[in-house]
C-alpha cells in the first residue's frame, strides 16, 4: 500500500492528564497557492525537459499557538513545503505570511529577522548537528548570526547562559554544552536540535518529522517535551510526519497530501472519525488497532504513486482511487481537477473529491464485498 505508517496507538489527550488548549482563532500564517517546482534537466546540454512538481498550488491557515500536522506518503511534497516556507528554498509561485507580513518578498536585513521568527526541527538528530562543533557553539551560532545590540547576543557570556537556559528547557544538563554530538542518544541529540531552533525566539517552528528517527520508546518523551515547549513559549508548530498516529496524538488540525497537493483538512477528530476522501480513508484503514480481537476492513490501494514529473490529468488520485472503481470510473475524475471544497456541518472540514460525500463506512462495507481483490478484511497485530 503506503509507507504512512502508524506506531502504537495514541490519543489526543495527555496521558498524564495535561491540558495544552487549543489556538485562539487568530491566523498567525497564511498560505497562498504555493507552487514549489524543481527543474528536469536532460540531453547533452543539460536544457530543461520538464518539472518535478513537489508542491503543486498549496493553500492553508495555520492559528496563532496551533499544531497543524501535515502526513502523507514519502515525496508528497509535505518536507518540502515547510522548508520553502521558511525560505530554505525558493518558491516556485503563491505567497504566505507571517503574522500579515509576506515571508517571500523579504531581503536583506528584513530577511534576517524574519529568519529568527521561523525555526525549523530536522528529522536526522545525527546530520543535522555539526560533529567538530561542542553544544555550546550548535545553539550559540544562531545566536551570534541573529546579535544586535538590544539582545546582546554578541557577548559570549550572553550567549552561554541563554545556551544553558534552554539546554535546561529541553531537559538536558547545562554542562552538556561542552560535550560534543557524538556523545549523546539519538533522543538527547534531538532535544539539541530543539534547544537550537527555540533559543532565537521564533513565533513558527516547522518540526520536519522529529521522531520518524527515535525508538518509539523515545517518540512518546520528545511529543511531549513539544507540547510543553508549544505551552511555555507560545509556539505554533507544522508537524510534518508520516505517522499517523503521531500526528493524530500532537495536532490541533490536520491535512493530508498526496502527490503534492493537500486533499483533505480538518479538525483532528473529525478527520479521524470522518474522513471523506478516499486517500485519507485508506490511510487510516491501515492504522493498527491495540486489541487484537478487532477485524477492520483495510483498503489496499493498488499500483504505485504517479510520478510528481507527470501527475495524472484531473484528479491525482483517480489512477489508485478505490471509489472511483466502486462507483463506475466516472469520467469527471479523469477529466476534472477537483477543488479544495468545505463539506458537511463542521467548518474547516475541506476535502478535494468530486465524490466525498458518497464516502460512508456503507461504502467501504460494500466494495470490500464487489472488489475484495482491493478491499481486504484484515485482523491487525499488535
Not at 30 to 48: A, H, M, T
Not at 62 to 87: A, H, M, P, Q, Y
Not at 293 to 311: E, N, Q
Request: aromatic fraction near 6%; charged fraction near 25%; glycine fraction near 8%.
Amino acid at each position: 500500500m503506503s509507507d504512512a505508517t502508524a506506531a502504537p496507538s495514541a490519543t489526543k489527550a495527555d496521558p498524564t492528564g495535561r491540558d495544552y488548549g487549543s489556538s485562539n482563532g487568530q491566523v498567525l500564517l497564511k498560505v497562498d497557492g504555493l507552487v514549489k517546482y524543481y527543474p528536469i534537466l536532460g540531453g547533452l546540454l543539460r536544457r530543461k525537459i520538464g518539472d518535478v512538481r513537489a508542491v503543486d498550488d498549496v493553500s492553508f491557515e495555520i492559528n496563532r499557538g496551533e499544531v497543524f500536522g501535515l502526513v502523507g506518503e514519502s515525496g508528497c511534497g509535505k518536507s518540502t513545503l515547510g522548508k520553502t516556507l521558511i525560505r530554505l528554498h525558493p518558491p516556485t509561485a503563491g505567497t504566505a505570511s507571517l503574522d500579515g507580513e509576506p515571508i517571500f518578498e523579504k531581503r536583506g536585513k528584513d530577511l534576517k529577522r524574519l529568519r529568527r521568527r521561523m525555526q525549523i526541527i530536522f528529522q536526522d538528530p545525527v546530520g543535522s548537528l555539526n560533529p567538530r562543533m561542542p553544544v555550546s557553539d550548535i545553539i550559540g551560532e544562531g545566536l551570534l548570526a541573529q546579535a544586535e545590540k538590544e539582545n546582546g547576543w554578541g557577548d559570549r557570556k550572553v550567549r552561554d547562559k541563554r545556551v544553558g537556559d534552554f539546554l535546561e528547557a529541553v531537559g538536558l544538563r547545562r554542562d552538556y554544552a561542552r560535550r560534543y554530538p557524538h556523545e549523546f542518544s539519538g533522543g538527547q541529540r534531538q532535544r539539541i536540535g530543539i534547544a537550537r531552533a527555540l533559543a532565537l525566539d521564533p513565533q513558527f517552528v516547522v518540526c520536519d518529522e522529529p521522531v520518524s528517527a527515535l525508538d518509539v520508546s523515545i517518540q512518546s518523551q520528545i511529543l511531549n517535551l513539544l507540547l510543553d515547549l508549544r505551552r511555555e513559549f507560545n509556539l505554533t508548530y507544522l508537524f510534518v510526519a508520516h505517522n499517523l498516529s503521531v500526528v493524530q496524538y500532537i495536532s490541533d488540525q490536520v491535512a493530508v497530501m498526496y502527490l503534492g497537493r493537500i486533499v483533505e483538512v480538518a479538525d483532528v477528530q473529525r478527520l479521524y472519525s470522518e474522513p471523506r476522501h478516499p486517500y485519507t480513508v485508506a490511510l487510516l484503514s491501515a492504522v493498527p488497532d491495540p486489541d487484537p480481537r478487532v477485524r477492520k476492513k483495510r483498503l489496499v490501494l493498488k499500483g504505485d504513486v504517479p510520478s510528481p514529473a507527470a501527475p495524472p490529468s484531473g484528479c491525482r488520485f483517480h489512477t489508485r482511487c478505490w471509489l472511483r472503481e466502486h462507483l463506475g470510473n466516472p469520467e469527471n475524475c479523469v477529466t476534472d481537477d477537483p477543488a479544495l471544497r468545505e463539506i458537511g456541518t463542521a467548518a474547516g472540514h475541506r476535502v478535494a473529491c468530486h465524490y466525498a460525500e458518497r464516502v460512508s463506512d456503507a461504502v467501504v462495507e460494500r466494495a470490500a464485498a464487489l472488489q475484495p481483490a482491493i478491499v481486504a478484511d484484515v485482523a491487525e497485530e499488535v
